[in-house]
């Protein structure tokens, strides 16, 4: 007897032969493949990488300090009546600072002078016994010996007279020094004391600094003493006043380098004519030398990424990126210690679009 399975096999063949070639029918065709579309050109403007001159700079460090800064004291004692100055006054040479109790000084120097007129009227009286008497000496009508004590007694008002000028001018200075004053021009950084304290001699009663006229200090190592020469023009700059450039002259060089850090001591002379640098401040200087020889570009070629510094140089018709070592600026060119050949063309102000591989257009070039 013949199985049903196998009665009707033919017929499922031919079904499932059918169902693969109707699958393979519905299958989408695969699509063609996207055209690539070529990178537009870019207009760029270039300039040849050169060689020239170049500045060349010491870099030091320093620190400002003023070239006079004064602790004034009192050169006398007495009680303080008057304090006319404050912190950030601004005196000139003779103004007074503080100003002590003078009525003692006063007194004392009024003395003096009587004692003065005094010791002058003997001594004139002195002269006049020594002149009527020397005519009676000569003709041995006044014993010498008489004759010798009317001398010594002019002498001796002399000697008073000198001692009474002396005492006379003490007291003056005692006077004059109850008057404290600047000791030149500059401003008050701090006043020590107030009305109704008591100084010594050796008390401090004002600070006060010259901020027209600074020094520069800096520290140069042993090597590079040679090349340092008075004056010299220093430029430096100051975090309080970033990307401005000030300068100094060189006034002073130590005489010796020193045995701890060899390294010598220079100072150079700033003037401070709008009074914005302060005594203290933390200074990064350059020293200039004489030029060298490199390559160089136009600054604006050169843009920062980061601590990169990169460059886009024309090869070929298509731009070419380039990491650059830079090195010293001098107006509006920079110099390229390694990463740029001269004669190479390299794009001046890259904008966004520049990348490496782009086309360009030619351009003329500055």
């Known amino acids: 007897m013949t199985s049903p399975l196998l009665k009707y096999a033919p017929a499922l063949a031919l079904g499932a032969l059918g169902i693969a070639f ?64 404050e912190r950030g006054t601004i005196v000139k040479t003779g103004d007074v600072l503080v100003q002590l109790d003078s009525r003692t000084a006063e007194l004392n120097l009024a003395e003096a002078e009587a004692n003065v007129v005094q010791a002058k009227s003997k001594l004139d009286l002195a002269e006049s016994e020594v002149k009527r008497n020397a005519p009676l000496a000569q003709m041995k009508a006044v014993a010498e010996t008489d004759f010798a004590r009317i001398k010594a007694d002019r002498d001796g008002a002399a000697a008073s007279l000198s001692a009474a000028e002396a005492r006379r001018d003490m007291s003056k200075k005692s006077l ?5 004053r600047a000791p030149f021009a500059g401003t008050v950084s701090e006043r020590f004391v107030t009305a109704g304290e008591y100084v010594m001699a050796n008390s401090k009663v004002a600070q006060v600094v010259d901020l027209h006229h600074l020094r520069l200090l800096v520290n140069v190592a042993e090597p590079s003493v040679g090349l340092i020469r008075v004056g010299q023009t220093v430029e430096f700059s100051v975090s309080p006043f970033p990307g401005e450039v000030f300068t100094g002259t060189v006034k002073f060089i130590g005489a010796a380098v020193r045995a701890e850090t060899r390294d010598l001591q220079v100072e150079a002379e700033v003037l401070n004519t709008d009074g914005r640098l302060r005594p203290g401040l933390f200074a990064e200087a350059r020293l200039a030398l004489p030029p060298q020889t490199a390559i160089t570009i136009p600054a604006n070629a050169v843009r920062a990424d980061g601590a990169n510094q990169k460059i886009w140089v024309v090869e070929s018709g ?17 110099e390229i210690r390694r990463g740029v050949k001269q004669g190479e063309n390299v794009v001046l102000s ?9 086309p360009v257009q030619t351009a003329p070039q500055s």
Do not use: F
Not at 318 to 334: A, F, N, P
């Open 22 to 85: 109707t699958g393979c029918s519905k299958a989408p065709a695969a699509a063609p493949a996207a055209a690539q579309k070529p990178v537009a050109a870019i207009s760029v403007k270039t300039a040849a990488a050169q060689q020239g001159p170049m500045p060349r700079y010491l870099r030091l460090t320093g620190e400002i300090t003023a070239a006079q800064n004064a602790a004034v004291a009192a050169d006398t004692t007495g009680k303080v009546i008057e304090t006319p100055v």
């Open 176 to 180: 004059e020094d109850a008057t404290i």
């Open 318 to 334: 298509q731009l070419t990126e380039r990491l650059v070592e830079v090195g010293e600026t001098d107006k509006d060119r920079i």
């Open 350 to 358: 890259p904008g966004p679009d520049a990348a490496d591989g782009v």
